[in-house]
């Protein structure tokens, strides 16, 4: 696509609410509140705070320091600024790849959610106790179709959206819901803090114990920052290439990643109360959001009407997620192959739903989809959080750090010198040291373990 006829968001809020958009998500509701309760709580939350802000803000600059410049899809953005003739456009091709892979088992818990959302409207949870309210968790997604129906719908509902473009699709949506999102998180927060287990889920939650910390809580809390930011993969790039020349960058990214932690912890505030109040096991995965919620709900006068918001916003902060994924496979077939935008959403959808139906049928109970001892759900999750995106933000921090021209990378992050150039210096030098040998030492470190 030639550039004047690529579009951008409108304003500097619109950046801010799409890439929010973007990062908030299951990232943020469901797999935070996992992966805290497997790696030891306040420890994992510590070293997620760090890395969120330390690593995280000078990777989501990077993303859209090479999507502004290149103004271009993950694939054509390392052809134009790297120029021909080398390696770097096969990290854009990863990045496409992994929103693919993303997408496939993102759009399982997706379907969950719109399972949940109509299971709220039809008041299911009302008098249940805990035992019936976990096992319609798993008569949920061990029904013979309803999961895969909710998959297929919610992959509908995201083509629909991305076919129609940025500023229309994505950007209008956004900006409405995200901060409905927020305000339903601290409602929520309240209530759960007044819950018996409070004080223990808070203790379990902000208290750490260095002694847990090893390889695998940093890779971990490295992998889910990343996730939880959409950043390793292109995501960002994609939007990035959206982003008009006067907007300033660097201050997007820190308000998304400030908002983004903000909703992560919020979560953690509502879930560890309640799952120690309920007597649910912190670290119960994946049913842990799915069944501590209704049980808060329970407890709420309004509960109903809470119960319904909270899955409406849900979908939709996940709906703002799988936008985001799907235009990275989008933008990339658009540009690449030349194809339609409607002809490449529901080309994307199509392939993906493939692969997202073998990981949802493989979260059945007794389901041969298994990869050696693990679910094909599992597998796609761990191979890009604690693989792919690291490998990618490593090489895309790199590659802003040492590849493309210092004067090239100020004139981004200044906005070709409007802008204060010395804290973007300290910026630039923090993506191209400490970014790389932290990403490298985690991910070493991990490989090591094992
Ligand atoms: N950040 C999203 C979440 O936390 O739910 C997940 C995600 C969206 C990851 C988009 C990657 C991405 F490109």
Redesign the pocket.
């Known amino acids: 696509m030639s550039e004047h006829k690529r579009e951008n968001f409108s304003s500097k809020l619109g950046i801010i609410v799409a890439t929010a958009g973007?990062?908030?998500?299951?990232?943020?509701?469901?797999?935070?509140p996992c992966e805290a309760g497997a790696n030891g709580g306040g420890a994992f939350l510590i070293v997620y705070l760090c890395l969120a802000l330390l690593i995280g803000t000078p990777l989501m600059i990077s993303e859209f320091v090479i999507g502004r410049r290149s103004r271009s899809n993950p694939v054509g953005a390392f052809r134009r600024l790297a120029g021909k003739k080398n390696a770097w456009p096969v990290v854009g091709y990863m990045g496409v790849l992994?929103?693919f892979l993303?997408?496939a088992f993102?759009t399982t818990v997706a379907g969950w959610t719109l399972g949940y959302l109509a299971k709220s409207v039809l008041n299911h949870f009302a008098g249940q106790d805990l035992p019936q309210i976990q096992q319609q968790f798993v008569d949920f997604t061990n029904h013979q179709w309803w999961p895969i129906v909710c998959q297929l719908v919610f992959l509908a509902l995201t083509a629909l959206v991305v076919a129609r473009g940025v500023k229309d699709g994505i950007e209008k949506w956004s900006k409405v819901l995200m901060p409905l999102l927020l305000v339903i998180m601290f409602v929520l927060c309240v209530k759960s803090l007044t819950l018996s287990g409070a004080g223990e889920g808070l203790r379990f939650f902000f208290n750490p114990d260095f002694s847990k910390i090893n390889g695998r809580v940093l890779i971990s809390a490295l992998g889910q920052s990343?996730?939880?930011?959409?950043?390793?993969?292109?995501?960002?790039i994609t939007y990035g290439s959206y982003i008009g020349k006067n907007d300033n960058m660097a201050s997007s990214a820190l308000g998304v990643v400030l908002a983004?932690t903000l909703v992560?912890v919020l979560a953690g505030i509502v879930i560890f109360p309640a799952a120690f109040t309920f007597g649910i096991q912190p670290e119960a995965g994946a049913s842990l959001a799915f069944t501590t919620l209704p049980m808060v709900f329970q407890q709420m006068s309004g509960g109903y009407v809470f119960c319904l918001m909270f899955f409406l916003l849900l979908v939709i902060?996940?709906l703002t997620?799988?936008i985001?994924?799907l235009e990275?496979i989008v933008a990339a077939f658009t540009e690449e192959l030349q194809l339609s935008r409607p002809k490449s959403a529901w080309i994307g959808a199509a392939a993906t739903a493939v692969i997202g139906v073998l990981a949802t049928l493989s979260f059945r109970t007794g389901s041969p989809l298994h990869i050696g001892s693990s679910t094909v759900f599992d597998l796609l999750d761990h191979v890009?959080a604690l693989y792919i995106?690291p490998i990618g933000g490593l090489l895309i921090v790199i590659f802003v750090g040492w590849r493309m021209k210092k004067a090239d990378v100020m004139d981004e992050l200044t906005n070709n010198g409007k802008l204060r150039a010395g804290i973007r210096n300290a910026i630039r030098l923090i993506i191209r040291y400490l970014a790389p040998v932290a990403i490298a030492v985690i991910f070493i470190s991990q490989l090591i373990g094992k």
Do not use: K, P
């Open positions: 973007s990062a908030l998500g299951l990232g943020n509701i469901y797999r935070f992994c929103a993303i997408l993102y990343f996730f939880s930011l959409s950043i390793g993969m292109g995501a960002l983004d992560a902060a996940t997620s799988t985001s994924l990275v890009t995106m």
